[in-house]
């Protein structure tokens, strides 16, 4: 067990291929991912990284695993907060289950680092991001809190 | 020798819904039986009252008091599960329905436990929250409850 870590479960009526699209598509994240998008060729060893919306890089790593879809793991080091940076790279693991007409998501965010100000961090957003996800996908709207990056950042 | 814990489970989830409706959905039968496995809740939600949580077959599933009630923000209750032998720790569940938004509510379940538990029941919880606050939120915005089975009791008490 890491030194850090947040785990969060959410269920949500899709298909787990639905899901997945969701979470890796840009067309997608932009409408509940605070128009973030994840740029990469999804490819296990390629480069990973979820890019805000004004073109900086909010955060980077690596594809560790990938088994479409049920579970991807990345590397994750944050790009744009010099706090969160110097703690160097956390791993990201989304683990997807199908169950009955739903699908279980499982998203774990750990760092060997005591007190980690990152997966403090996330661990605020992830509920966010992943509440607004469901919200998209069962209404086909997401919560207004997550359809933009905020304007003080 | 059993690890003992007073971990707390934290579920924070956001909900398009105004928190009074969040607040009816957490307290009234007709809804808490589409969503909290089947579950009914009896009470009148005054500080000091009891309250209770029955499973379909009418059997008491929970047991306790109101500590807090301030609808439609903030409801404390006492946690006692009433159909094992040995006696568990009670322990406090917390709601807190917070507006952040137009038609927006963040919603936090704290189930804290200051009388050390067995750790491995904690699992019950862990598991069990995300599954009963994902129905709560489906409920609540598409009108449709979810389709989940209730899970098998922790096997060691």
């Given at each position: 067990?890491?030194?850090?870590?947040?785990?969060?479960?959410i269920?949500?009526?899709?298909?787990?291929?639905?899901?997945?699209?969701?979470?890796?598509?840009?067309?997608?994240?932009?409408?509940?991912?605070?128009?973030?998008?994840?740029?990469?060729?999804?490819?296990?060893?390629?480069?990973?990284?979820?890019?805000?919306?004004?073109?900086?890089?909010?955060?980077?790593?690596?594809?560790?695993?990938?088994?479409?879809?049920?579970?991807?793991?990345?590397?994750?080091?944050?790009?744009?907060?010099?706090e969160?940076?110097t703690?160097?790279?956390?791993?990201?693991t989304?683990?997807?289950?199908?169950?009955?007409?739903?699908?279980?998501?499982?998203?774990?965010?750990?760092?060997?680092?005591?007190?980690?100000?990152?997966?403090?961090?996330?661990?605020?957003?992830?509920?966010?991001?992943?509440?607004?996800?469901?919200?998209?996908?069962?209404?086909?709207?997401?919560?207004?809190?997550?359809?933009?990056?905020?304007?003080?950042? | 020798m059993?690890?003992?814990?007073?971990?707390?489970?934290?579920?924070?989830?956001?909900?398009?819904?105004?928190?009074?409706?969040?607040w009816?959905?957490?307290?009234?039968?007709?809804?808490?039986?589409?969503?909290?496995?089947?579950?009914?809740?009896?009470?009148?939600?005054?500080?000091?009252?009891?309250?209770?949580?029955?499973?379909?077959?009418?059997?008491?599933?929970?047991?306790?008091?109101?500590?807090?009630?301030?609808?439609?923000?903030k409801?404390?209750?006492?946690?006692?599960?009433?159909?094992?032998?040995?006696?568990?720790?009670?322990c406090?569940?917390t709601?807190?329905?917070?507006?952040?938004?137009?038609?927006?509510?963040?919603l936090?379940?704290?189930?804290?436990?200051?009388?050390?538990?067995?750790?491995?029941?904690?699992?019950?919880?862990?598991?069990?929250?995300?599954?009963?606050?994902?129905?709560?939120?489906?409920?609540?915005?598409?009108?449709?409850?979810?389709?989940?089975?209730?899970?098998?009791?922790?096997?060691?008490?």
């Amino acid at each position: 067990m890491a030194a850090s870590t947040f785990v969060y479960s959410i269920y949500i009526r899709t298909t787990p291929e639905k899901l997945w699209d969701a979470l890796t598509k840009p067309e997608f994240t932009r409408t509940y991912w605070c128009e973030c998008w994840p740029d990469s060729t999804w490819e296990k060893g390629a480069s990973w990284k979820l890019m805000i919306p004004d073109g900086r890089v909010g955060d980077s790593g690596e594809i560790v695993e990938i088994d479409k879809p049920r579970k991807l793991v990345v590397t994750w080091r944050n790009e744009f907060r010099p706090e969160l940076h110097t703690e160097g790279y956390s791993r990201c693991t989304y683990e997807l289950e199908a169950q009955g007409d739903m699908t279980k998501l499982i998203v774990k965010h750990e760092i060997d680092v005591e007190k980690s100000k990152l997966i403090e961090a996330v661990s605020g957003g992830w509920p966010a991001i992943l509440s607004s996800l469901k919200s998209l996908l069962e209404t086909g709207d997401a919560l207004e809190a997550t359809k933009h990056w905020p304007k003080d950042k | 020798m059993t690890e003992m814990t007073t971990e707390s489970t934290v579920y924070v989830i956001y909900i398009a819904a105004a928190p009074e409706k969040v607040w009816t959905t957490l307290t009234s039968s007709e809804f808490t039986t589409q969503y909290f496995f089947g579950r009914s809740v009896e009470s009148d939600w005054k500080k000091g009252s009891p309250w209770i949580l029955r499973k379909p077959d009418g059997n008491v599933d929970v047991s306790g008091k109101v500590r807090e009630s301030d609808p439609p923000r903030k409801l404390v209750v006492t946690w006692n599960i009433d159909w094992v032998e040995t006696k568990l720790p009670e322990c406090i569940v917390t709601y807190d329905i917070e507006q952040t938004g137009e038609n927006l509510v963040r919603l936090t379940m704290t189930e804290a436990h200051p009388t050390p538990i067995p750790a491995n029941l904690l699992e019950g919880g862990r598991k069990g929250w995300p599954m009963i606050l994902s129905g709560l939120k489906s409920l609540l915005e598409t009108g449709k409850p979810l389709n989940i089975p209730t899970p098998e009791p922790p096997k060691e008490i």
